[in-house]
T-cell receptor, first 114, second 114 residues
């Protein structure tokens, strides 16, 4: 079965600090894409960052970066210089070749302490 | 704003009733996806349409059906509603069907079945 596991139901960080959210996944496929989505209190799902499995270089988007370890099937999200607006649920997801659906983890609720 | 619109934002109805959720994809997107977010099941893929044709099915109940119209908007029909159908229903869209494409999510429709 294809699964995504986010082992941290909740995380908190001080404003301006760095936090890392964990994600592991289970697939036998070699070609797939990984995503982190953010869901703020408004409930809108917002794409944060994505990573192609065939790329060894970790993706970065401003203060957001990933640590992609393909052999370990790990895809963590690092948020640098945390801001109050980063407070949200964060979902890790992946999509394999030939499949149309995104498979999501259970989410990590991130709290930013001022 | 992702460019994906969903109506209505909120819906309250009774058990046994039928409701229709509507989604308009981003301009130019041919694929529409429906997801259900509930407390116990998390985010789950329901169904996908591409240019009017059903392309993938997930954990969609037989009481649920969907379609995509020639103008590419989509509707998700939920019938014989049960308390457990209460959830946030998301529509997402992408340009086509490639695995590398980002799915952009709408704001969701919150359904409450009483």
């Amino acid at each position: 079965a294809q699964t995504v596991t986010q082992s941290q139901p909740e995380m908190s960080v001080q404003e301006a600090e760095t936090v890392t959210l964990s994600c592991t996944y289970d697939t036998s496929e070699s070609d797939y894409y990984l995503f982190w989505y953010k869901q703020p209190p408004s409930r809108q799902m917002i794409l944060v960052i994505r990573q192609e499995a065939y790329k060894q270089q970790n993706a970065t988007e401003n203060r957001f970066s990933v640590n992609f370890q393909k052999a370990a099937k790990s895809f963590s999200l690092k948020i640098s210089d945390s801001q109050l607006g980063d407070a949200a649920m964060y979902f890790c997801a992946y999509r394999i070749q030939g499949a149309q659906k995104l498979v999501f983890g259970q989410g990590t609720r991130l709290t930013i302490n001022p | 704003d992702s460019g994906v619109t969903q109506t209505p934002k909120h819906l309250i109805t009774a058990t046994g009733q039928r409701v229709t959720l509507r989604c308009s994809p981003r301009s130019g997107d041919l694929s529409v996806y429906w997801y259900q977010q509930s407390l116990d099941q998390g985010l789950q893929f329901l169904i996908q349409y591409y240019n009017g044709e059903e392309r993938a099915k997930g954990n969609i109940l037989e009481r649920f059906s969907a379609q995509q119209f020639p103008d590419l908007h989509s509707e998700l029909n939920l019938s014989s509603l049960e308390l457990g159908d209460s959830a946030l229903y998301f529509c997402a869209s992408s340009i086509g069907q490639s695995k590398w494409e980002t799915q952009y999510f709408g704001p969701g429709t919150r359904l409450l079945v009483l």
